[in-house]
C-alpha cells in the first residue's frame, strides 16, 4: 500500500527524496520504496523519518482502519 | 607449469592489494568497505541467495561435462570459471535492477574510471592474443576466455546499469 502520507509530510517540507534520505542515512531509492509501499521500513528508519519530518510515528506510518 | 602457477598466484596477490587502493579510491569516505542501507542489505541477501544458487547449477552442469568426458574447445580450469562469472552475473542483475547498484559511499565517477580501466585491461590480452593467432592453443581457448568472460560479464553490466539509471532518472522526476 502506498504511503501518500510520507509523500505529503516531504512535500509539506519542500523536500526532494534526495534531500529526505540524506537526513535519514539511506539511498533514495529506499524512500521512493517506502512510499511506494514497495518496501517495509524498520522502526528504527521509520524514526529517522519522522524526526527528519518533525512528525511522530502515528502521523506517518499508522493506518487508520475504518472501524477505528 | 610450476612457473605458470606461480604468476598467477603472484598476480592474485597483487590483485588483492591493488583492489584495496582502488576501493579506497573510489569511496567518497575513503574506507573499502562500501556502506549499504537496510534495504539494500536485504536485496543483496537475496542477491547471494539467487547467486550461489546460479553457481551451484553452473557447477552440476560442469561436472557432468567433465565427467562424460565431452570434449570442448575449452581447457577444464575456464570452464570452471564461466560458472564463478554466471554467479557474479547473477548477484549484479539482481542487485542493480532492485536498485542497489550503488552503495551510499560509491563515488560514481571513479567506479566509471574503475569499469573503463578493468574493460581495456581485460580486452588488451583478448585484442594481443587474437592479434598473435595465440587465443586457441592446442585447439583449447585457456587463459583469453577469462578475460572474456569478464569483459562479456562488465558489459552486461554495464548496459543493465545504463538501463536502470535512465529509469531511475525518469522516475525520479515524476516522483518528486
Known amino acids: 500500500m502506498k504511503n501518500l502520507k510520507l509523500k505529503s509530510a516531504r512535500a509539506a517540507y519542500d523536500l526532494s527524496q534526495e534531500e529526505l534520505a540524506v537526513k535519514c542515512g539511506v539511498s533514495r531509492q529506499t524512500i521512493s520504496a517506502i512510499e511506494k509501499g514497495d518496501y517495509n521500513p524498520s522502526i528504527n528508519l521509520c524514526i529517522a523519518i519522522c524526526r527528519a519530518l518533525g512528525k511522530t510515528l502515528n502521523d506517518i506510518f499508522w493506518e487508520e482502519n475504518e472501524q477505528d | ?176
Not at chain 2, 607449469?1 to 569511496?27: D, H, P, Q, W
Request: glycine share 6%; net charge neutral.
Open chain 2, 1 to 176: 607449469m610450476e612457473t605458470v602457477s606461480f604468476a598467477f598466484v603472484t598476480g592474485l596477490m597483487v590483485a588483492a592489494i591493488l583492489i584495496v587502493f582502488i576501493l579506497k579510491y573510489a569511496n567518497k569516505d575513503g574506507r573499502v568497505k562500501t556502506e549499504y542501507d537496510e534495504r539494500q542489505t536485504a536485496v543483496r541477501g537475496k542477491a547471494y541467495r539467487y547467486a550461489f544458487y546460479a553457481e551451484i547449477f553452473a557447477q552440476v552442469v560442469i561436472m557432468w561435462i567433465l565427467m562424460t568426458g565431452m570434449e570442448l574447445p575449452i581447457e577444464d580450469y575456464a570452464l570452471l570459471f564461466i560458472g564463478v562469472i554466471l554467479g557474479c552475473m547473477v548477484l549484479c542483475a539482481y542487485c542493480i535492477w532492485h536498485d542497489v547498484y550503488w552503495g551510499m559511499n560509491n563515488d560514481h565517477r571513479r567506479f566509471y574510471i574503475i569499469f573503463i580501466v578493468a574493460t581495456i585491461l581485460n580486452a588488451f590480452p583478448v585484442v594481443a592474443g587474437a592479434l598473435r593467432g595465440t587465443l586457441i592453443e592446442n585447439g583449447k581457448i585457456g587463459m583469453p576466455l577469462l578475460n572474456i568472460a569478464v569483459l562479456v560479464m562488465m558489459a552486461a553490466v554495464f548496459i543493465e546499469l545504463f538501463i536502470k539509471s535512465m529509469m531511475d532518472k525518469k522516475a525520479e522526476k515524476t516522483e518528486d
